[in-house]
Nanobody, 117 residues
Framework: QVQLVESGGGLVQAGGSLTLSCAAS????????YGWNRQAPGKQRERVAV???????NYADSVKGRFTIYRDNAKNTVYLQMNSLKPEDTAVYYCYAEKLLSGDFVWGQGTQVTVSS
């Protein structure tokens, strides 16, 4: 089993920055991908960024050039650095971990990010 604990959310003014953290514990050796999704009020959850074991990354068009996903394998932690934040980035951000071979998929509890205009 994998457990994910997120931190780093909060309130920030437009144009500001935040870094979210997602610490993984448990059976982490076979995790293939980590990612961040977000869900704004009244909207569907959407993918924000993903990073593979090899370090390749992919971003939603809406955050390209502003957000960076990276991981610290020694700490089993994945981060989402968010710069130039906009009010439309306001959402609950969820970390996830995916094991491709077993199909296991685990979500974190979510962390609120609020960007004021």
């Amino acid at each position: 089993q994998v457990q994910l604990v997120e931190s780093g959310g909060g309130l920030v003014q437009a144009g500001g920055s935040l870094t979210l953290s997602c610490a993984a514990s448990g059976s982490t050796l076979t995790i293939d991908r980590y990612g961040w999704n977000r869900q704004a009020p009244g909207k569907q959850r959407e993918r924000v960024a993903v990073i593979s074991t090899g370090g390749s990354t992919n971003y939603a068009d809406s955050v390209k050039g502003r957000f960076t996903i990276y991981r610290d394998n020694a700490k089993n932690t994945v981060y989402l650095q968010m710069n130039s934040l906009k009010p439309e980035d306001t959402a609950v951000y969820y970390c996830y971990a995916e094991k491709l071979l077993s199909g296991d998929f685990v979500w974190g509890q979510g962390t609120q990010v609020t960007v004021s205009s």
